[in-house]
């Protein structure tokens, strides 16, 4: 008889006891729940996001330029000027699709980071396709953002192929609850997106260091192209990560988001993207479901400071707040993610 402890598949009532939250439970319970519709725009449109995160003092990278028309493609030359490096991606793209990211050029021929030329025209045809919305949420018409390329700490250096790592960070009711460190690999093609295949690491949240792994929706332990191991990676400003998540969400207006983060050597936590509908594959890097999680941080309504203290589990700090202010968020005692059991 096999051992049930490697079987390769599950009950339903062995998910939900262990906590792994499905599609429809996301949809019904925390996305229509706590995320308005008039704030949809808001993530769904990578250009009003940074406008807003702009406003409000996040940091995200630098815009070059949007282009909106196709007559726009004859200044296309001169809005990029003489810049050796730069990203082209749709306002309202979704799973990393259309997203092309120059690292040099010579001349007028741009070149990837994985050395692929793109000649001019080649160019003017990859923004022709994202205005008519070929990448766009439902096909429809797009704008095109031409922005800063990002600067992956050197950390990454070894970890990374073709490409900028970057982490997902859920926040809910204002607190992180659960992260992931996404690499790119040569089958996503330079992108940090799991649907294309990039690979993953859960992130621990009090510590900011990696464990775990997935990709293409299986556990994993090692990249599959360098083979550095997943594992024990500490993220550079961890906390400050935390801090522009829980931001990013209360700017937004929504209780139930994922934040996409890159740590820039020079900037520190630069924000990419923010979704409204994040994907659940976090809990497979994470080796434990989101539902405990999000019961424990319940109907709490903590400041960006007091939120990031409980996802990192800053135990002391917070004892000496809550008998200061009264506030009794089950930070006194043992931290309520740590009662979670790994599946």
């Given at each position: 008889m096999s051992n049930p402890r490697h079987k390769l598949w599950a009950w339903p009532w062995e998910l939900r006891r262990a906590g792994i939250m499905g599609v429809n439970t996301r949809n019904r319970d925390f996305i229509s729940r706590c995320n308005p519709r008039r704030s949809f725009p808001g993530a769904d449109d990578k250009a009003v996001t940074k406008e807003i995160c702009t406003a409000r003092g996040i940091a995200v990278p630098?815009?070059?330029?949007?282009?909106?028309?196709?007559?726009?493609?004859?200044?296309?030359?001169?809005?990029?000027?003489?810049?050796?490096?730069?990203?082209?991606?749709?306002?309202?793209?979704?799973?990393?699709?259309?997203?092309?990211?120059?690292?040099?050029?010579?001349?007028?021929?741009?070149?990837?980071?994985?050395?692929?030329?793109?000649?001019?025209?080649?160019?003017?045809?990859?923004?022709?396709?994202?205005?008519?919305?070929?990448?766009?949420?439902?096909?429809?018409?797009?704008?095109?953002?031409?922005?800063?390329q990002i600067l992956p700490h050197p950390v990454f250096h070894d970890l990374a192929v073709g490409g900028t790592p970057d982490i997902r960070i859920i926040v809910y009711s204002g607190t992180p609850v659960m992260a992931m460190l996404r690499l790119p690999t040569r089958a996503s093609k330079g992108r940090a997106n799991l649907h294309q295949g990039a690979v993953a690491a859960g992130i621990d949240l009090g510590t900011g260091r990696t464990f775990g792994g997935v990709c293409r929706a299986r556990k994993t332990e090692i990249h599959p192209d360098t083979g550095q191991p997943l594992a024990g990676v500490?993220?550079?400003?961890?906390?400050?990560?935390?801090?522009?998540?829980?931001?990013?969400?209360?700017?937004?207006?929504?209780?139930?988001?994922?934040?996409?983060?890159?740590?820039?050597?020079?900037?520190?936590?630069?924000?990419?993207?923010?979704?409204?509908?994040?994907?659940?594959?976090?809990?497979?890097?994470?080796?434990?479901?989101?539902?405990?999680?999000?019961?424990?941080?319940?109907?709490?309504?903590?400041?960006?400071?007091?939120?990031?203290?409980?996802?990192?589990?800053?135990?002391?700090?917070?004892q000496q707040e809550d008998s200061a202010q009264g506030v009794s968020a089950g930070l006194g005692g043992p931290s309520p993610f740590s009662r979670i059991k790994p599946i």
């Open positions: 630098e815009t070059y330029a949007i282009i909106e028309r196709l007559g726009d493609l004859r200044k296309l030359p001169e809005l990029l000027g003489t810049r050796p490096a730069f990203v082209v991606k749709p306002a309202r793209g979704s799973g990393g699709r259309g997203v092309l990211v120059i690292e040099r050029r010579r001349g007028d021929v741009f070149e990837t980071a994985k050395g692929e030329t793109i000649s001019p025209a080649k160019l003017r045809y990859h923004v022709s396709a994202t205005l008519s919305g070929l990448y766009s949420l439902g096909g429809h018409w797009d704008r095109a953002i031409v922005e800063q500490t993220i550079p400003h961890w906390k400050g990560a935390l801090a522009t998540a829980a931001n990013v969400s209360q700017a937004l207006g929504m209780g139930y988001v994922g934040v996409d983060v890159v740590v820039d050597a020079r900037q520190g936590p630069v924000v990419i993207e923010a979704n409204a509908r994040p994907g659940l594959a976090i809990q497979i890097a994470n080796c434990t479901g989101l539902r405990p999680r999000l019961t424990a941080v319940g109907s709490q309504r903590l400041e960006t400071a007091r939120s990031v203290r409980f996802a990192c589990h800053d135990r002391a700090c917070a």
